[in-house]
């Protein structure tokens, strides 16, 4: 019987990238007999800038503990250019790395297979209800689970045959692509005119992840690849890429009305990470919403029920995400004192040091979306605070 937490339950996983890695390890731990399935043979460098806030790492401190085996770029400048090309540089006081995702899914799946997890390089192709279970079927093989774990993105296979899929316009579309350099601790994100999403150089150990997001269907993909050309000749100051080595994937940017409709668990299956829907639709986070998802389905799996996940989820995450939805068109197309919001907050930001600090602690992840506004008007009528930008 599912409900009950002394049960040894057969678990299925797919995916492995960090929510199903992070899920399958917890589970594992639990003493539950953990397979986890991906396409990919393992680690792989899924497309992805690589970011991870210093809330991520506070929370999971073992991703500190693993710096020589799993290297990682520090970063300690952020510069931020609007879309007039205003340029403004932060100081980052607490700590942000960015990964190669390769090294990242290693770290995870590694820890998951120390666990005891079954790691099965293959895609599942079919999913069917089997008694109180499912039955995940793999092009060599077919094994019964009494749970089904979706952990394979912002296109779910798992999502469509246990609920419905993700909409076209809860989704952003992404391309990007990698140019080698070394050597740089300052990331930088710029906001291109007229445009829902940025564009991102985000420096790696050997390289730079370059990157754009647009809310899905504002612009086509010619069009992202236009602006994010524009800018790399800019930033890098050398030639394209050749084609081969661009990606286009997307990621999920739920409207706010979706968070209320969206359902990521019930009593046999449960979905974490992208294919629960759990990206920050502003700044396009989700490695952090994939590793907490997966933690707070494990929490139900030891408080014995897991139909509590969508209880956990919905109490952590949908204030905020959903506060982010809300505000995603006025901070990236809104007006404000005559002029768009972001280029009121860059000229405010160069002489108000308070406001820069708060930007600052945003990007750290270290203020919500609920908090965020009344924190920036306290600042900006607290007069210690002007004059003071970086
Ligand atoms: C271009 C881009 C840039 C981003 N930049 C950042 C960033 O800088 N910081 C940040 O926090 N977030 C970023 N994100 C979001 C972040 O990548 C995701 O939120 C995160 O990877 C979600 O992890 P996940 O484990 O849920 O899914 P994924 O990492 O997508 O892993 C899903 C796994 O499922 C596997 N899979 C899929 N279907 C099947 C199947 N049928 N059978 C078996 N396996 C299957 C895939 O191979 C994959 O390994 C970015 C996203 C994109 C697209």
Sequence with gaps: MIADKTTHLRIAIIGAGPAGSMAAGELA???????LYDMHRGAWEKPCGGGVTAKALRQYPFLHQVETAYPRQTITE??????RGRSLCLQLETEFVIFARQTLNACLLERACAAGVAFIPERATALAPAGDGWRITTPATTWEADFLVGADGCTSFTRRQVAEKLPDEDQAMCCGYYLPAAGTTRAVIAFPPDFTGYVWAFPRVDHISYGIINACDEYPLTRLWEIL???VRQHSGTGLPQEKSKYAARVPMLRRESWKTIRNGAKNWALVGDAAGLVDPITGEGIYYALRSAELLAQAFRAGTPELYEQLWRSEFEADLSESSRRLQRFYRGRIFGGPVLERMFQVARFHGGVGEILSQALAGDIDHVT???????????????????
């Design 229 to 231: 050309d524009a800018f």
């Design 78 to 83: 952020m510069e931020l250019v609007s879309p």
């Design 29 to 35: 731990q639990l003493g539950h007999t953990v397979r």
């Design 372 to 390: 965020l506004k009344p924190r920036l008007v306290k600042s900006l009528f607290n007069p210690r605070t002007w004059f003071g930008a970086k």
